[in-house]
């Protein structure tokens, strides 16, 4: 077996072109208009799910997926597995390719991803590292073009929180949009300074800005969006991140200053920091729409990647 697809692995956002994104998530509101229709796309396939974190969402979203288009997917937690042995990833990722069709993994290190992905011979999708979380800013595009139609370009986004992985896939995914991006966050936990650099020679693609004041940052956007003050592998860190965070929140006086604006969280939330008990409440209908779609665009993602008859089943749609 070989990579012999356009897009063999989904690792980042930068990575895949505009249009193929949009192909992308044309064919998850098709997956989600019409499930039924691709109910065996994806027969006698097999994806491996490799987590060293935990999850609600991305494990039953992608288990979920991939019985719903006709295959099956093996959850290998890192506790029952060789892998949390030590066994390294290049052998995994050899070992796993002459069994399955794809590979989704979670982890911390984004460069184990990248090895994963040079040695396994079937794609490999990027289901969350410290860097980046490209399923779901994918999936959030997807909500937020579901809401307010197709054309993004210009579209004001005002991201809250920490400079962490998902900070770090709205920069990518505000220069494959064209979006308005800026983003709210203390002195010192900024998002990756590379990207921040990438985003500045690029200007022209998408705008971001990082700035101090959750205030600035919400005027006038027409999405508001944030994320857990400490991520997963950051437990040690809880307490002086609240005190570095305090203030960094969706709260009434930040939707005041937006315009009339969506709310998205990718969850899990923490009512009372990042985001007010009230205002998660008032938008819980979206932010679990955004967590529904998480089973459309990934499904979108397993046809796009396991299965190169798409096109066929893409043209039988429309
Ligand atoms: N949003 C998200 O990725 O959720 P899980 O950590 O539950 O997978
Ligand atoms: N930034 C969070 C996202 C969880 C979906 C984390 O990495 O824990």
Same mark, same amino acid.
């Given at each position: 077996?070989?990579?012999?697809?356009?897009?063999?692995?989904?690792?980042?956002?930068?990575?895949?072109?505009?249009?193929?994104?949009?192909?992308?998530?044309?064919?998850?509101?098709?997956?989600?208009?019409?499930?039924?229709?691709?109910?065996?796309?994806?027969?006698?396939?097999?994806?491996?799910?490799?987590?060293?974190?935990?999850?609600?969402?991305?494990?039953?979203?992608?288990?979920?997926?991939?019985?719903?288009?006709?295959?099956?997917?093996?959850?290998?937690?890192?506790?029952?597995?060789?892998?949390?042995?030590?066994?390294?990833?290049?052998?995994?990722?050899?070992?796993?390719?002459?069994?399955?069709?794809?590979?989704?993994?979670?982890?911390?290190?984004?460069?184990?991803?990248?090895?994963?992905?040079?040695?396994?011979?079937?794609?490999?999708?990027?289901?969350?590292?410290?860097?980046?979380?490209?399923?779901?800013?994918?999936?959030? $595009? &997807? %909500?937020?073009? =579901?809401?307010?139609?197709?054309?993004?370009?210009? *579209?004001? !986004?005002?991201?809250?929180?920490?400079?962490?992985?998902?900070?770090?896939?709205?920069?990518?995914?505000?220069?494959?949009?064209?979006?308005?991006?800026?983003?709210?966050?203390?002195?010192?936990?900024?998002?990756?300074?590379?990207?921040?650099?990438?985003?500045?020679?690029?200007?022209?693609?998408?705008?971001?800005?990082?700035?101090?004041?959750?205030?600035?940052?919400?005027?006038?956007?027409?999405?508001?969006?944030?994320?857990?003050?400490?991520?997963?592998?950051?437990?040690?860190?809880?307490?002086?991140?609240?005190?570095?965070?305090?203030?960094?929140?969706?709260?009434?006086?930040?939707?005041?200053?937006?315009?009339?604006?969506?709310?998205?969280?990718?969850?899990?939330?923490?009512?009372?920091?990042?985001?007010?008990?009230?205002?998660?409440?008032?938008?819980?209908?979206? $932010? &679990? %729409?955004?967590? =529904?779609?998480?089973?459309?665009?990934?499904?979108? *993602?397993? !046809?796009?990647?396991?299965?190169?008859?798409?096109?066929?089943?893409?043209?039988?749609?429309?």
């Amino acid at each position: 077996m070989s990579k012999t697809d356009k897009h063999k692995d989904f690792l980042d956002l930068a990575q895949w072109s505009r249009t193929d994104l949009e192909s992308l998530l044309t064919l998850a509101a098709k997956l989600k208009a019409e499930p039924e229709k691709f109910s065996q796309v994806l027969a006698g396939k097999s994806l491996a799910m490799i987590f060293k974190k935990s999850s609600t969402r991305t494990r039953v979203s992608f288990e979920v997926g991939m019985f719903q288009l006709g295959g099956q997917a093996v959850f290998m937690s890192s506790v029952h597995t060789q892998v949390g042995r030590g066994e390294p990833l290049k052998d995994t990722a050899r070992v796993l390719s002459r069994y399955v069709d794809g590979i989704m993994i979670r982890t911390f290190d984004h460069a184990e991803v990248e090895t994963l992905a040079r040695y396994a011979t079937v794609p490999v999708i990027n289901g969350l590292t410290d860097f980046l979380h490209p399923c779901q800013v994918l999936t959030d $595009i &997807f %909500t937020i073009k =579901e809401r307010l139609g197709s054309d993004l370009a210009g *579209l004001k !986004v005002a991201y809250i929180g920490d400079g962490n992985n998902m900070a770090n896939s709205w920069i990518n995914a505000a220069l494959r949009f064209g979006l308005d991006l800026k983003i709210a966050c203390p002195a010192g936990y900024e998002p990756d300074a590379a990207l921040l650099e990438q985003a500045n020679l690029q200007s022209d693609r998408g705008k971001v800005a990082v700035v101090l004041d959750p205030l600035v940052a919400a005027q006038g956007a027409a999405v508001l969006n944030t994320d857990v003050w400490a991520s997963m592998g950051q437990e040690d860190e809880v307490r002086e991140r609240r005190q570095a965070f305090a203030g960094y929140q969706i709260n009434d006086k930040l939707l005041q200053v937006a315009k009339d604006p969506l709310v998205l969280h990718c969850l899990p939330a923490h009512r009372g920091e990042e985001i007010t008990a009230s205002v998660f409440e008032r938008y819980q209908d979206l $932010i &679990f %729409t955004q967590a =529904e779609n998480r089973l459309h665009v990934q499904k979108a *993602l397993l !046809v796009t990647l396991l299965n190169r008859e798409v096109e066929k089943v893409g043209g039988e749609m429309s």
